[in-house]
């Protein structure tokens, strides 16, 4: 009897294993939830954000694909255009001044060079600038405010005054005095807005710091014998990325603008290579009594790329907020 109620698979019970529960017929699989995949999740259903992202992406898109660089320099050859019309300086393509038409987007410019293809070939140099910009940014201003977050105390005071010091001067002075020492040129503008973009990233990190090396964990690898490298390695600097990176998300857009306010004073990109801050006030903002396309499409893009890279750092602020675990 007992071996035929065993062998019938109808009487037998099955133990939960393996974080599946036996209920109502069916079985439940409970999945433990990460910080990260409930970060992606808040992220995808905010809408805005997605569309920051979008608009991110597209414009990542297009400086990446203005030529076919990435197969052109792999064969040796001169890169051709590929979503640009036209290489960025070549002359006299079309007539001097025209306006948008079905022939040219965006016009010409006063040299008869294609603005739709200077735009996108902008959005290389924008983009390229402000990425840049912001790495240098994090190397200066993590582990200043690192250093100052972990140790306190002298190391601390020394350097929150240079902050405060460099916190006094306008950034954009300050940016200015160091292209007019250094140059106008691509890496000499990357450079300068580096320079004086780290003050934020330190004192974001020190406070980061000064919240995390108290918690318990921190107490734990001190009891078990681990170094402060290792402790800021492995606990302090992961747990303090997500405010970094959503700084590093809104800093971007702010660099785009200063390249373009450096541009605009005439202290940035060097022509013929085109930027939209040069597009806009070298040739735009004087001319824009008679040619307003020259002035209008270059300050649609800066102001589209703002949007973006603000829409997205709203919504991984949101996503990464601590406080908002559990909801949703």
Do not use: C
């Not at 008679?290 to 703002?306: C, D, E, G, Q, S």
């Amino acid at each position: 009897m007992h071996a035929e109620q065993d062998s019938d698979p109808s009487t037998r019970t099955t133990e939960p294993s393996g974080g599946a529960l036996d209920y109502a017929g069916g079985d439940i699989t409970r999945q433990p939830r990460s910080l990260f995949r409930d970060a992606v999740r808040r992220f995808a259903r905010n809408k805005l954000a997605l569309i920051g992202m979008v608009i991110v992406t597209l414009l990542a898109v297009t400086a990446i694909g203005a030529d076919d660089w990435f197969i052109a320099l792999p064969l040796g050859r001169t890169p051709q255009p590929l979503i640009a019309k036209t290489p960025y300086n070549k002359g006299f393509y079309g007539p001097v001044g025209a306006f948008p038409s079905r022939e040219f987007w965006m016009g010409t410019d006063l040299n008869g060079r294609d603005l739709y293809s200077r735009v996108v070939y902008g959005a290389r140099i924008s983009l390229s600038i402000g990425l840049l910009a912001q790495f240098i940014a994090l190397a200066i201003g993590i582990p200043l405010g690192g250093v100052a977050g972990w140790r306190g105390g002298r190391v601390d005071f020394l350097v929150m005054r240079l902050v405060d010091i460099m916190s006094a001067i306008p950034t954009l002075l300050f940016a200015y005095l160091i292209m007019a020492r250094l140059g106008a040129g691509f890496w000499n503008v990357m450079l300068a807005i580096g320079l004086t973009s780290w003050i934020g990233v330190a004192r974001l990190t020190r406070a980061q710091f000064l919240s995390l090396r108290e918690k318990e964990y921190i107490e734990a690898g001190r009891m078990i014998g681990a170094g402060p490298w290792r402790i800021f390695r492995a606990h302090l600097l992961p747990n303090a990325l997500a405010p970094i990176i959503i700084a590093l998300t809104f800093g971007i857009p702010i660099s785009i603008f200063a390249e373009a306010s450096l541009s605009f004073l005439g202290v940035g990109i060097n022509p013929p290579m085109p930027s939209w801050g040069q597009m806009l006030g070298r040739d735009g903002i004087t001319n824009m009594t008679y040619y307003w396309h020259l002035a209008l499409f270059p300050a649609l893009m800066i102001a589209l790329t703002m949007l973006g890279f603000t829409l997205m750092g709203d919504g991984l602020r949101d996503a990464l907020d601590p406080k908002m675990i559990g909801e949703n």
